[in-house]
Each structure stands twice: as C-alpha cells, then as structure tokens.
C-alpha cells in the first residue's frame, strides 16, 4: 500500500511527536482504552467520538483518512456492528493492528497483523464471527475470502468489532456506528427488532 495515498506526515518533528503535550495525551488515551476493556462503561461513561450518519455517506472513508488502513468495503451497509478504533503513535516494535472482540461482559483477542493490507479482511472475519454467534468465533479467524458473503444468522450486532493500531500518527479513541437506514423494511416493528441484532 502505498503510505502517500493516506497522507502519512513524514514532515512532523519528532520532538513535537515526543512533548510532553503528546506523551500526556498518549497516557490518557491509554488509560481510557484499558478502563474499556475491563467494562468499566457499564458503571461510568468515557469519552469517546463516535462517528453517525446516513448509510453509505463516507463515515468509513473518514476513518480511514485518520487510521491510514482500509476499511470492508462494499454496496449497501458494510458495518453491521459497532467498530472501536483505537489509535496510538507509542510503538516499540513497529506498526501492528490488533482485531479484538468486544462482547457483553469480556473482550477476545481475535487476530493481529503487521501488513495495513490484511486490516480489511481480519475487519470482514471479525464481523461475521459476531454476526453468527451460534459458532465458535475461532471458525471465523481464518474464514475464506470467498465465503465472505455468508449468510449470517443476524443482520447486526449489538458487540463491538475493536481494531487497536499501534504505532499511528495520531492518539484518539472513536467509535463506526453502522449507517441509519432510511427505508427500513415494511414489517413488525417489534418483532423486526427483535431478529434485527443479537
């Protein structure tokens, strides 16, 4: 992949990468993605930006441009379940992203890769692993590309896709929503709903 095509900012100085300003703010995103991880949202609120709008307006495409990965990318709703992005620029060991899940109550370390070309599709396995929760999601961890149209059991996801990016340009924490639809099937609601997520 060429690194130009997302803007990488070679030009920044490494001493306005290493100020005391970005260390603190590298700390504080730390801190807040490690109070995620052990639920601490169930008790208390974090900050967090979340990315909402229409279907197919370019939330992903925002992403991207900030992440500097390629997001699944397709005709109609692409994100099916909510996508955690964590960006940190603290790296000792190179570029890696990490692909976790975040269920109700504990989050799995799904797949990690060093190459921004393999993020799209661990991104696509992740998500069917959580949109078929009747599977173990170690079936899903090395899925063939080919099946990635398989019919999954739910439409959505309440759990959460997690893609931790160690080694970006940038530290924040902000959160895919999946895009609203503008015309929702003729159905009953209720009941609609209810086989809508799992």
Known sequence: MDSEQFGERQDVPRLQRDSAYARSRRTINDVVKSLRDIGVEEIIKLPKIAVVGNQSVGKSSLIEAISQVRLPKGTGTCTKCPMEVFLSSHSADGWIAKVLLRLEHS???????????????L????????????????????????????????????????????????????????????????????????????
């Open 107 to 121: 989050t799995i370390a799904f797949d990690e890769t060093n190459n921004k070309d393999d993020v799209p599709d």
């Open 123 to 198: 991104l696509w396995r992740a998500q069917l692993a959580l949109l078929n929760p009747e599977r173990p999601y170690t079936d899903f961890v090395h899925w063939p590309k080919e099946q990635f149209n398989y019919v999954s059991s739910c439409m959505f996801s309440r759990n959460s896709v997690v893609l931790e990016i160690i080694g970006a340009d940038v530290d924040v924490t902000f959160i895919d929503l999946p895009g609203i639809i503008q015309t929702p099937p003729i159905v009953n609601i209720p009941a609609f709903l209810r086989i809508l997520t799992c």
